[in-house]
């Protein structure tokens, strides 16, 4: 009882003497948040120094025999003291370097150390390419084009997916559409071009990606009703286009470069173009259709060209012609006649009504085509250097950066380039003479024309019989407008005839009504064979 | 000084004093640098056939009269080469061509 018992030191309050028994300090996520490292612990470390480790713990320091275990920070002899309680614990202090170069994987037993929720994320010092967001439906269209490319599915079928905005970088992986052949036995392994179909119809979309008009292999398109106002000229590169509909949109007059598509070498076939609001012409070209007819044509099947080879799948003739719109290169409209004034009154004047033409042949050689070649003395070439630097600019990728350096002194200019970045996106204009890009035509004018299909009519019961089908049996669909785009002067309108026009490269003849595939009733060989 | 007949070139100068020395009719492309230099008015300019860009610096100024000599060359030709733009400075080049008037 009385026996003196060995003094321990009294215990001080709040601080455990069992490191694994203290308490944790309430973690404060922002401080974690700049690591997310694992502590670092190794299985080598198990002596006591592991402690100091331990993120959040205080090292410590034991001096003396284990019974006067004290913090060393309280005092050297706490021996018989009472001690007071610690205040509140220093700010801790220790913090591993950001970038300690040593990867430590996480063993999933320390996820408690990982906060759940980072406040804010980590602000990326350098600048970062911006993503354009892209809409629901257009990213559907992008997943259906990614799959369609890894099964080799050659229709992709987009039908009233309320698709509004198509971008280039959605479409531009179809261009490295590949076929894959089908490998089954006793089947000889078939290379083949890819034939893709691509059916937008019934959409909302306003215009069209310059990267559409670079898939090669795009044999059908269909833009049926959408809200699409213009059809960019980069059409005519689709060499391989054989179904085009174009009908049910806003469309007020079509690129020259669509005429492109009928040249031989070229597979179109069907062609929808009505209904859409087409610019009227102030006057009618009924003189010019009387001298024709309503009916189709009569063809003459000349017996040696048994062959449908190089035949013209369509025919077209000019009717006639709207004043010039000219513009300087900054985009200021110099004329009287302007594009937009027309396109507002919805009804474009005629200058004139080309005169019709009796007989016209085409040959499947190039050369022996007419060139007509009206020099205007004044005019010149050479672009300005306005023009000069915007078509540099605008095989440029950074041209889309450019506006938003100019400043607001020289907005003329800004929108100049808003508008390159636009026709950049689109495709680009080319000059309808000399196939040059263009940025700002100088020379913009309405042509009207009737196209009419050339087919093989079954009416007289036998194969080898052709009709020139007009391609609307509408009154008001014969004359067709197409915006034509000249560089310069020297590439403007020029005198021509209202004949039936044969695409390059392919053969035949009209003369008046008929149209003659081979050599004339009566003659032994024809200027036009080669 | 009596009146002589103007020099066949004329001098145009960048900000950063290099000269350029310009077939005059060349030069008249650009409607600015023709009232500039025209002999009738009584610009300083017109004087001496020197005239000082403050605006415009000597690359830019380079490109310009490159293209005085482009259109100079080409303008009655048929087929016209695309003159080459380096993207850098296209920017500074079309506020010169449009303070120019290089814009028919």
Same mark, same amino acid.
């Given at each position: 009882? %009385?026996?003196?018992?060995? @003094?321990?030191?009294?215990?001080?309050?709040?601080?455990?003497?069992?490191?694994?028994?203290?308490?944790?300090?309430?973690?404060?996520?922002?401080?974690?948040?700049?690591?997310?490292? #694992?502590?670092? $612990?190794?299985?080598?470390?198990? %002596?006591?120094?592991?402690?100091?480790?331990?993120?959040?713990?205080?090292?410590?320091?034991?001096?003396?025999?284990?019974?006067?275990?004290?913090?060393?920070?309280?005092?050297?002899?706490?021996?018989?003291?009472?001690?007071?309680?610690?205040?509140?614990?220093?700010?801790?202090?220790?913090?591993?370097?950001?970038?300690?170069?040593?990867?430590?994987?996480? #063993?999933?037993?320390?996820?408690?150390?990982?906060?759940?929720?980072?406040?804010?994320? /980590?602000?990326?010092?350098?600048?970062?390419?911006?993503?354009?967001?892209?809409?629901?439906?257009?990213?559907?269209? =992008? %997943?259906?084009?990614?799959?369609?490319?890894?099964?080799?599915?050659?229709?992709?079928?987009?039908?009233?997916?309320?698709?509004?905005?198509?971008?280039?970088?959605?479409?531009?992986?179809?261009?490295?559409?590949?076929?894959?052949?089908?490998?089954?036995?006793?089947?000889?392994?078939?290379?083949?071009?890819?034939?893709?179909?691509?059916? *937008?119809?019934?959409?909302?979309?306003?215009? +069209?990606?310059?990267?559409?008009?670079?898939?090669?292999? *795009?044999?059908?398109?269909?833009?049926?009703?959408?809200?699409?106002?213009?059809?960019?000229?980069?059409?005519?590169?689709?060499?391989?286009?054989?179904?085009?509909? +174009?009908?049910?949109? =806003?469309?007020?007059?079509?690129?020259?470069?669509?005429?492109?598509?009928?040249?031989?070498?070229?597979?179109?076939?069907?062609?929808?173009?009505?209904?859409?609001?087409?610019?009227? /012409?102030?006057?009618?070209?009924?003189?010019?259709?009387?001298?024709?007819?309503?009916?189709?044509?009569?063809?003459?099947?000349?017996?040696?060209?048994?062959?449908?080879?190089?035949?013209?799948?369509?025919?077209?003739?000019?009717?006639?012609?709207?004043?010039?719109?000219? @513009?300087?290169?900054?985009?200021?409209?110099?004329?009287?006649?302007?594009?937009?004034?027309?396109?507002?009154?919805?009804?474009?004047?005629?200058?004139?009504?080309?005169?019709?033409?009796?007989? @016209?042949?085409?040959?499947?050689?190039?050369?022996?085509?007419?060139?007509?070649?009206?020099?205007?003395?004044?005019?010149? =070439?050479v672009?300005?250097l306005?023009?000069t630097v915007?078509?540099s600019?605008?095989?440029?990728?950074?041209?889309?950066?450019?506006?938003?350096?100019?400043?607001?002194?020289?907005?003329?200019?800004?929108?100049?380039?808003?508008?390159?970045?636009?026709?950049?996106?689109?495709?680009?204009?080319?000059?309808?003479?000399? =196939?040059?890009?263009?940025?700002?035509?100088?020379?913009?004018?309405?042509?009207?024309?009737? $196209?009419?299909?050339?087919?093989?009519?079954?009416?007289?019961?036998?194969?080898?019989?052709?009709?020139?089908?007009?391609?609307?049996?509408?009154? #008001?669909?014969?004359?067709?407008?197409?915006?034509?785009?000249?560089?310069?002067?020297?590439?403007? &309108?020029?005198?021509?005839? /209202?004949?039936?026009?044969?695409?390059?490269?392919?053969?035949?003849?009209?003369?008046?009504?008929?149209?003659?595939?081979?050599?004339? &009733?009566?003659?032994?060989?024809? &200027? @036009?064979?080669? | 000084? !009596?009146?002589?007949?103007?020099?066949?070139?004329?001098?145009l100068?960048?900000? !950063?004093?290099?000269?350029f020395?310009v077939l005059?009719?060349a030069a008249?492309v650009?409607?600015?640098?023709?009232?500039?230099?025209?002999?009738?008015?009584?610009?300083?300019?017109?004087?001496?056939?020197?005239?000082?860009?403050?605006?415009?610096?000597s690359i830019v100024l380079d490109k310009i009269v490159e293209y005085f000599h482009y259109w100079y060359r080409y303008?009655?030709?048929? !087929?016209?080469?695309?003159m080459d733009i380096p993207?850098?400075i296209?920017?500074?080049l079309?506020?010169a061509a449009?303070?120019?008037?290089l814009?028919?």
């Amino acid at each position: 009882m %009385d026996q003196e018992e060995v @003094s321990l030191p009294p215990l001080i309050s709040g601080v455990s003497h069992n490191p694994r028994k203290r308490p944790r300090q309430p973690r404060l996520s922002s401080s974690l948040s700049v690591n997310s490292s #694992d502590p670092a $612990i190794f299985s080598s470390d198990d %002596d006591p120094a592991l402690d100091n480790y331990v993120e959040g713990r205080q090292k410590k320091k034991y001096i003396g025999s284990w019974f006067k275990h004290d913090p060393a920070s309280s005092s050297d002899s706490t021996f018989g003291e009472p001690t007071v309680a610690l205040g509140p614990k220093p700010k801790r202090t220790f913090r591993r370097d950001f970038d300690s170069g040593v990867f430590l994987g996480s #063993d999933g037993t320390d996820s408690e150390g990982v906060p759940e929720v980072l406040d804010s994320p /980590a602000k990326p010092k350098l600048p970062q390419v911006v993503v354009p967001k892209i809409s629901a439906a257009e990213q559907k269209l =992008r %997943d259906r084009i990614e799959r369609c490319l890894e099964t080799g599915d050659e229709a992709i079928d987009f039908w009233q997916m309320n698709l509004c905005e198509l971008s280039n970088d959605t479409i531009a992986p179809l261009s490295q559409f590949a076929h894959i052949p089908k490998i089954t036995k006793d089947v000889a392994f078939e290379q083949k071009e890819p034939e893709l179909k691509l059916y *937008l119809a019934q959409n909302r979309l306003m215009r +069209l990606p310059g990267a559409l008009f670079d898939v090669t292999y *795009l044999t059908t398109l269909s833009l049926r009703n959408n809200k699409l106002a213009e059809v960019p000229p980069a059409i005519g590169k689709m060499h391989n286009l054989q179904q085009l509909n +174009l009908s049910q949109n =806003r469309i007020r007059y079509f690129p020259v470069e669509l005429l492109d598509l009928f040249k031989a070498n070229n597979r179109l076939e069907g062609l929808s173009l009505f209904p859409n609001p087409l610019l009227p /012409a102030e006057q009618s070209f009924e003189s010019l259709l009387d001298d024709v007819g309503p009916e189709p044509f009569e063809v003459w099947d000349g017996a040696p060209w048994k062959t449908t080879e190089n035949l013209p799948r369509f025919l077209t003739r000019r009717l006639g012609r709207s004043p010039v719109q000219t @513009s300087e290169s900054t985009g200021k409209i110099t004329s009287v006649f302007t594009m937009k004034s027309a396109t507002d009154a919805g009804i474009v004047r005629v200058e004139q009504i080309f005169n019709t033409k009796h007989e @016209s042949h085409g040959s499947p050689d190039p050369s022996d085509e007419p060139s007509v070649q009206q020099q205007t003395v004044s005019s010149t =070439r050479v672009p300005s250097l306005v023009e000069t630097v915007m078509r540099s600019a605008h095989r440029s990728p950074h041209l889309g950066e450019m506006a938003s350096y100019i400043p607001d002194e020289l907005s003329h200019l800004r929108t100049l380039c808003d508008r390159a970045t636009l026709q950049q996106d689109q495709g680009g204009l080319v000059c309808s003479q000399c =196939r040059r890009t263009i940025v700002t035509p100088a020379l913009e004018w309405i042509e009207w024309r009737e $196209i009419r299909s050339f087919s093989e009519s079954t009416r007289f019961g036998r194969a080898g019989k052709y009709r020139l089908v007009p391609i609307s049996v509408r009154r #008001d669909e014969i004359n067709v407008p197409f915006i034509h785009r000249a560089c310069s002067s020297r590439c403007g &309108p020029q005198e021509q005839h /209202a004949g039936w026009e044969f695409p390059q490269g392919t053969r035949g003849r009209t003369i008046g009504n008929i149209f003659y595939t081979g050599p004339l &009733p009566g003659e032994e060989g024809t &200027p @036009s064979d080669p | 000084m !009596d009146v002589q007949a103007p020099s066949k070139y004329v001098t145009l100068i960048s900000s !950063d004093g290099f000269e350029f020395v310009v077939l005059r009719e060349a030069a008249m492309v650009s409607p600015i640098v023709k009232g500039m230099l025209d002999p009738k008015s009584q610009f300083a300019e017109a004087k001496h056939a020197r005239c000082v860009f403050q605006e415009i610096s000597s690359i830019v100024l380079d490109k310009i009269v490159e293209y005085f000599h482009y259109w100079y060359r080409y303008r009655n030709s048929e !087929d016209v080469p695309d003159m080459d733009i380096p993207v850098e400075i296209c920017l500074e080049l079309l506020a010169a061509a449009d303070y120019l008037g290089l814009d028919q």
